[in-house]
C-alpha cells in the first residue's frame, strides 16, 4: 500500500495518505484512491514544468468556495510531495463517492436512458443532471478560468440525486497564465478548434456546454454529421465537426438531420431540442446556429442553468407511459401536445400555466420570463412568490406556500393560500375580484392577475 506525503496540507487534511496500489490510469496520470474512502490522489506520469506552479493557482482560485459552489467539481486540496519516498507530481482531491458513474454510460444513446427509465428514473432525473453540469462551468467561468475539455467522460454522476460532479480540473485554462494542455474531444469541440487551429477558451467552452447539455436531454449529439466529407475517415470526421458543422435542426439545411427525428423516442424517435422549454429553445439556436461561427453569440453557461432551473416547474407527466416532459403549452391547439416518449396526447384536465411578474417599481411589474405548470395537487412554493428567487438547487427544504385544487363539480381550478397574507385574483378589466386568507382559495381563470401580497410576485393565468 502506497504511502503518500501531501506537501503543507491545509487544516482538515492529513500529512500522509496510504492509498490502495490499483490505480486508475490515464493519458496524463493515474488516479489512487485514499484506503479510508475520503480521498484521490492524482499522479502525473510526466509532468510539464510548470505543472506544480498551475496547480498552485488553481488550489488558490478554489480554495473558498462555498459548498454550494464547490460539490460541483474537484479542486485541488494539496499538493504531493512524495509517493513512497519517492518526489512525485500530483495532488490530492476529494473522492466522489463509488455509487457516482461517468455520465456518458446514462446518455450515450436512447438505449441507455431506456434502461435508467426501466428502473424508475425519468427525464427529471436528467434535467436535474444537466443543471448540475451548466453549475460545474458557471463555477469555473466565474473564477475566470475555462475547462478546454467538457464532454460526457469528464463528469461523474448520481442520476437517483440528479447530481454531476466535474473532473479534471487540473487542465483548467486561466487566459494569459498557461497555455491549453488538450483541445478537447471531438464530437464537442466548438468548429474554429478544428477550422482555425483556435485554442480552448471561455467561448469555446459555451459551445462544448451547449452541447453536453443537449445530449445529456435528447441523448444525442445534436451536431453529429450524418454524411461523409471525405474518403478518408479522419478528414471526413474533421471537416463535419468543423469546417462542415451544422446543427442538426438547423430550419434551412436538413443535410445532418435524423431521419427519425420528433418520433417519440419509444418508438425509435429522435427527440427534438423543440420538445424542451421556450427558454431552452432559444439558448439552443443562439448556441448552434446563430452562435456557431459568431463565438460572441453563445450564451454563457449562468444563462444555461437559468434556463435549466426554471426548466423543472414546467414539467407534466404523461398519463399513459408516466414521463416527464416539458408541458408544450406553446404549441395550439391544444391537441397537438403530445408526450415525445410515447406519442400519446395530452388528456384533460390540462394544467394551469401562470406566468410570472416582479414589481420593478411600484405597481410597475415585468414579466421574469418564469412559467409554472400547474395540476390537480401540485404545491406552490415559496421559491416561485418570492421575488429575485430561482428555483433551489433541491426543493426538500423549501417551503409550500399553497397548492392547486380541481373543483371537480365546477371542472375548474382552485388556488388554495396556506401562508398568513391576503392572496388576490382579479380580472384584466379589474371588474371582478378574488380574496383568499390562509385556508381559503382563489378559482383560477384564463387571463386572471393573482397577487400573493405585497412585495411578492404577481402571476398572470397564460394558459
Ligand atoms: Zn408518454
Given at each position: 500500500?502506497p504511502?503518500?506525503v501531501?506537501?503543507?496540507?491545509?487544516?482538515?487534511?492529513?500529512?500522509q495518505?496510504?492509498?490502495?496500489d490499483?490505480?486508475?490510469?490515464?493519458?496524463?496520470?493515474?488516479v489512487y484512491?485514499?484506503?479510508?474512502?475520503?480521498?484521490?490522489v492524482?499522479?502525473?506520469?510526466?509532468?510539464?514544468?510548470?505543472?506544480?506552479?498551475?496547480l498552485?493557482?488553481?488550489?488558490?482560485?478554489f480554495?473558498?468556495l462555498?459548498p454550494?459552489?464547490?460539490?460541483?467539481i474537484l479542486?485541488?486540496?494539496?499538493?504531493?510531495?512524495?509517493v513512497?519516498?519517492?518526489?512525485?507530481?500530483?495532488?490530492?482531491?476529494?473522492r466522489?463517492?463509488?455509487?457516482y458513474?461517468e455520465?456518458?454510460?446514462?446518455?450515450?444513446?436512447p438505449?441507455?436512458?431506456a434502461?435508467?427509465?426501466?428502473?424508475?428514473?425519468?427525464?427529471?432525473?436528467?434535467l436535474?443532471?444537466?443543471?448540475?453540469?451548466?453549475?460545474?462551468i458557471?463555477?469555473?467561468?466565474?473564477?475566470?478560468?475555462?475547462?478546454?475539455?467538457?464532454h460526457?467522460?469528464n463528469?461523474?454522476?448520481?442520476?437517483?440525486?440528479?447530481?454531476?460532479v466535474?473532473?479534471?480540473?487540473?487542465?483548467?485554462v486561466?487566459?494569459?497564465?498557461l497555455?491549453?494542455?488538450?483541445?478537447?474531444?471531438?464530437g464537442?469541440?466548438a468548429p474554429?478548434?478544428?477550422?482555425?487551429?483556435?485554442?480552448?477558451?471561455?467561448?469555446?467552452?459555451?459551445?462544448?456546454?451547449?452541447v453536453l447539455?443537449?445530449?445529456?436531454l435528447l441523448f444525442?449529439?445534436?451536431?453529429?454529421?450524418?454524411?461523409d466529407?471525405d474518403?478518408d475517415?479522419?478528414?471526413s470526421e474533421?471537416?463535419?465537426?468543423?469546417?462542415?458543422?451544422?446543427?442538426?435542426e438547423?430550419?434551412?439545411?436538413n443535410?445532418?438531420r435524423?431521419?427519425?427525428?420528433?418520433?417519440?423516442?419509444?418508438r425509435r424517435?429522435?427527440?427534438?431540442?423543440?420538445?424542451?422549454?421556450?427558454?431552452?429553445?432559444?439558448?439552443?439556436?443562439r448556441?448552434?446556429i446563430?452562435g456557431?461561427r459568431?463565438?460572441?453569440?453563445?450564451?454563457?453557461?449562468?444563462?444555461?442553468e437559468?434556463?435549466?432551473?426554471?426548466?423543472y416547474?414546467?414539467l407534466w407527466?404523461?398519463?399513459q407511459?408516466?414521463?416527464?416532459?416539458?408541458y408544450?403549452?406553446?404549441l395550439?391547439?391544444?391537441q397537438r401536445?403530445?408526450c415525445?416518449?410515447?406519442?400519446?396526447r395530452?388528456r384533460?384536465?390540462?394544467?394551469?400555466?401562470?406566468?410570472l411578474?416582479e414589481?420593478?417599481?411600484?405597481h410597475?411589474?415585468?414579466?421574469?420570463?418564469?412559467?409554472i405548470?400547474?395540476?390537480?395537487?401540485?404545491?406552490?412554493?415559496?421559491d416561485?412568490v418570492?421575488?429575485?428567487?430561482?428555483?433551489p438547487?433541491?426543493?426538500?427544504n423549501?417551503?409550500?406556500?399553497g397548492?392547486?385544487?380541481?373543483?371537480?363539480s365546477?371542472?375548474q381550478?382552485?388556488l388554495v393560500?396556506e401562508e398568513d397574507?391576503?392572496?388576490t385574483a382579479r380580472s384584466?378589466?379589474?371588474?371582478q375580484?378574488?380574496?383568499a386568507?390562509?385556508?381559503?382559495?382563489?378559482?383560477?381563470?384564463?387571463?386572471?392577475f393573482?397577487h400573493?401580497?405585497d412585495g411578492k410576485?404577481?402571476?398572470?393565468?397564460a394558459e
Amino acid at each position: 500500500m502506497p504511502t503518500v506525503v501531501l506537501k503543507n496540507p491545509p487544516a482538515g487534511l492529513p500529512k500522509q495518505i496510504q492509498v490502495s496500489d490499483d490505480a486508475k490510469v490515464g493519458g496524463e496520470g493515474a488516479v489512487y484512491f485514499s484506503v479510508d474512502g475520503k480521498f484521490a490522489v492524482k499522479i502525473y506520469h510526466r509532468p510539464r514544468p510548470e505543472k506544480e506552479q498551475l496547480l498552485q493557482y488553481v488550489m488558490r482560485l478554489f480554495s473558498k468556495l462555498p459548498p454550494e459552489q464547490e460539490r460541483f467539481i474537484l479542486p485541488p486540496l494539496a499538493l504531493i510531495e512524495s509517493v513512497d519516498g519517492q518526489r512525485r507530481v500530483g495532488f490530492v482531491m476529494r473522492r466522489v463517492p463509488p455509487n457516482y458513474q461517468e455520465l456518458v454510460r446514462f446518455i450515450l444513446n436512447p438505449v441507455c436512458a431506456a434502461e435508467q427509465f426501466r428502473q424508475g428514473k425519468t427525464w427529471s432525473h436528467y434535467l436535474k443532471v444537466a443543471r448540475s453540469i451548466a453549475n460545474a462551468i458557471v463555477v469555473l467561468h466565474g473564477k475566470g478560468c475555462a475547462h478546454s475539455d467538457i464532454h460526457f467522460r469528464n463528469f461523474l454522476v448520481n442520476l437517483d440525486e440528479g447530481d454531476a460532479v466535474m473532473l479534471e480540473i487540473d487542465g483548467v485554462v486561466v487566459a494569459g497564465f498557461l497555455p491549453p494542455q488538450v483541445a478537447g474531444m471531438i464530437g464537442f469541440m466548438a468548429p474554429e478548434i478544428l477550422t482555425q487551429g483556435e485554442k480552448p477558451s471561455e467561448r469555446t467552452d459555451r459551445h462544448s456546454l451547449a452541447v453536453l447539455i443537449l445530449h445529456t436531454l435528447l441523448f444525442r449529439n445534436v451536431m453529429l454529421p450524418l454524411i461523409d466529407y471525405d474518403d478518408d475517415p479522419n478528414k471526413s470526421e474533421e471537416l463535419g465537426w468543423g469546417q462542415y458543422a451544422l446543427f442538426s435542426e438547423h430550419p434551412k439545411d436538413n443535410r445532418h438531420r435524423p431521419r427519425n427525428l420528433g418520433l417519440p423516442l419509444y418508438r425509435r424517435g429522435a427527440l427534438s431540442y423543440r420538445i424542451l422549454t421556450p427558454a431552452l429553445q432559444r439558448l439552443t439556436e443562439r448556441a448552434l446556429i446563430d452562435g456557431l461561427r459568431n463565438p460572441e453569440l453563445r450564451p454563457s453557461s449562468r444563462e444555461c442553468e437559468e434556463a435549466l432551473a426554471t426548466a423543472y416547474d414546467e414539467l407534466w407527466g404523461c398519463w399513459q407511459c408516466r414521463q416527464y416532459f416539458p408541458y408544450p403549452y406553446w404549441l395550439h391547439p391544444v391537441q397537438r401536445r403530445a408526450c415525445p416518449f410515447c406519442g400519446e396526447r395530452c388528456r384533460p384536465p390540462y394544467p394551469v400555466v401562470l406566468e410570472l411578474y416582479e414589481e420593478r417599481q411600484r405597481h410597475n411589474f415585468v414579466s421574469i420570463g418564469r412559467r409554472i405548470v400547474l395540476g390537480d395537487g401540485f404545491r406552490i412554493l415559496a421559491d416561485m412568490v418570492e421575488p429575485t428567487r430561482k428555483p433551489p438547487l433541491t426543493i426538500r427544504n423549501e417551503r409550500v406556500v399553497g397548492h392547486v385544487e380541481l373543483d371537480t363539480s365546477q371542472g375548474q381550478y382552485r388556488l388554495v393560500n396556506e401562508e398568513d397574507g391576503v392572496w388576490t385574483a382579479r380580472s384584466p378589466d379589474g371588474t371582478q375580484r378574488f380574496t383568499a386568507q390562509k385556508g381559503q382559495s382563489l378559482p383560477i381563470i384564463k387571463g386572471y392577475f393573482v397577487h400573493f401580497g405585497d412585495g411578492k410576485r404577481l402571476a398572470v393565468i397564460a394558459e
